[in-house]
């Protein structure tokens, strides 16, 4: 693809707009997260440079390597992989919100950190939504249990569900 950055960012705006159009929502009400995963802390520069404000990190190392670099620039950063226990400490210096609790283990270890913070977590349940054994997250039917746990925990605010459709081409 040629085209440039600010162009793609352009397009894919104006797709969000004339879906939630068509939808009958207003189209600012939706927010476009750009996943980062393997990109130059420059190329994010560039990015929320032309407007975008919301980045998505596959990788609680990444996300540490790279937040140095995006310091003072006006963004969120939520984490859209998968988070292990004994990276947690890391993620929370960085990550505004955490997109992949499918467990209330993982719940509860991240409200124990995040009870003396002076704002709640921002997290999201996980749900395979799919049924595929390469995605993670837990089945649709524990979904709401675990919310309703989360939505109980001191530290965080359970803020929506994250789930990825199955990639098909059987629209």
Known sequence: MNSSLGDRLRLARRRIDQAASAAGRPGDQIRLMLAAKTQPAAAIRQ?????????????VQELVAKA??????????????PL???????????ADCIETVASAGLAEKLAERCAERSRPLDVMVQVNTSGEATKSGLEPPRAADLAALIGALPGLRLVGFMTVGLNSTDA
């Open 47 to 59: 990015a929320l440079g032309l407007g975008a404000g919301l980045i998505g990190e596959n990788r």
């Open 68 to 81: 140095p670099e995006l310091a003072g620039l006006p963004h969120q950063s939520h984490l859209i992989g």
């Open 84 to 94: 292990q226990s004994n990276k947690i400490n890391a993620a929370l210096r960085h």
